[in-house]
């Protein structure tokens, strides 16, 4: 991705924000009867997903995705057919997104995390020493969330700002699962309407979940296993060799930090493209990068800085019509940053400044004549409010 776009898509989304963590990791649930199970208070179910350990698993997800968003760095890939997920129950983790034409490998162990693209034949490698290594793993842990401690945190995200109740029982991936619903309270100013997460019986490990958005009946974004055996896995899983003849680029947790604070460092390295966890991991990991937000749970806004050698919008843009997709600079195409906003956006003003509102299914952003993107799901007004604030 060349830096200007990446720059753009980076200021990323309060959608992608309250939800990106469960991404590689959960599915839809599958069409087999209910399961009947014994009643559980909506918040003891809660607690219990909150205080389950981790599990070694492997297992096959899938997603269906009507978000309208671009690929975000640091936000999950979406674009995927299916993935395989493995994970030792511990420290180590191993996804492999099934695309069209190829195959993305992420690994991630004690040591190091790599991220593998068989169509490029690149591979990134983040690595740390003894000094380094609390920090370094915290890090990768941010990256490449397992699914009980990433749905875990987004729950606990969400759940001030949530009513929270229990709406019966599902089968995913052949276990029982509860469904538990989070719905926005009253004085929310968000676009979504709930969101249901299936629950196994067992384990209380998160397993499928559904974003539903007002004004649609089906959900916009649906994740899940379609597969999953619990147990040990071989760990010869997560250790990788890339193939010979694989463009490797090499990165220390020294050299990620400065590049994270602003300092001079590899562009585009392997940990802005994996899973990022919620609450203090994923807000550790935004401020890192010269990401804030504004509000919390449902009504979070994500606002970024757009780097120096991004262009400003020139006073006075005009608007085009809105659009449910983001073309051109916004997901990696040619197209001129500013002819992408002409033609999809809006004019936009506040105490901020000027700028421009480009409407997404979900949600929207702002990007301000002045450098800076805010994104959330919510209405135009309460990103206004949000910039007015900075």
């Known amino acids: ?27 839809p649930a599958g069409a087999d009867d209910d399961p009947v199970l014994p009643a559980v208070e909506p918040e003891a179910l809660v607690a219990s997903v909150l205080a389950a350990e981790p599990q070694a698993f492997s297992g096959e997800a899938e ?15 979406l674009d995927f057919e299916s993935a395989r997920v493995f994970h030792d129950g511990q420290e180590s983790a191993r996804v492999q997104l099934e695309k069209p034409t190829s195959e993305v490998t992420f690994v991630k162990n004690p040591d190091e995390v790599w991220a593998y693209d ?66 926005p309270k009253p ?5 979504l309407r709930e969101v249901t997460v299936a629950i196994d019986e067992q384990t209380r490990m998160p397993l499928a979940f559904d974003v539903y958005a007002n004004g649609r009946s089906e959900p916009v974004l649906s994740l899940g296993f379609v597969q999953l055996d619990l147990g040990a896995q071989d760990p010869a899983l997560f250790d990788f060799t890339p193939p010979q ?28 493209n994996m899973t990022d966890n919620m609450t203090d991991n994923m807000a550790d990991h935004m401020a890192e990068q010269g990401v804030t937000t504004v509000g919390d749970g449902w009504d979070t806004v994500v606002i970024a800085e757009l780097p120096a050698d991004l262009p400003k919008m020139p006073a006075g843009m005009s608007g085009g019509a809105a659009s449910g997709d983001l073309p051109g600079a916004f997901t990696g195409g040619e197209q001129d940053l500013t002819g992408a906003l002409e ?14 509102h480009v409407q997404i299914r979900v949600g929207g952003a702002i990007v ?3 450098g800076r993107v805010a994104a959330g799901a919510v209405p135009e007004q309460v990103l206004v409010d949000a910039l007015d604030q900075q």
């Open 1 to 27: 991705m060349r830096p200007r776009t990446k720059a753009l898509v980076a200021a990323g989304s309060g959608i992608a924000v309250g939800l990106a963590g469960l991404a590689l990791t959960t599915l």
């Open 63 to 77: 997603v269906s995705n009507e978000l309208g968003l671009p690929a975000l760095p640091g936000t999950p890939d």
């Open 118 to 183: 068989s169509q490029e034949r690149t591979a990134e490698h983040l690595t740390w020493d003894d000094a380094d290594a609390a920090a370094a793993r915290k890090h990768a842990e941010a990256q490449l969330a397992d699914p009980a401690r990433a749905a875990a945190e987004m729950i606990e995200q969400l759940r001030p700002t949530s009513e929270i109740t229990v709406d019966g029982t599902a089968r995913v991936a052949g276990r029982a699962a509860y469904e538990l619903v989070l719905t």
């Open 187 to 191: 004085s929310e100013k968000t676009l």
């Open 245 to 272: 003849g694989t463009k490797v680029e090499t990165t220390d947790a020294g050299d990620a930090a400065a590049h994270r604070a602003g300092k001079p460092g590899p562009d585009d390295h392997m940990a802005d």
């Open 343 to 356: 033609r999809i956006g809006q004019p936009v003003s506040g105490d901020f400044g000027t700028g421009t």
């Open 368 to 370: 301000t004549d002045d």
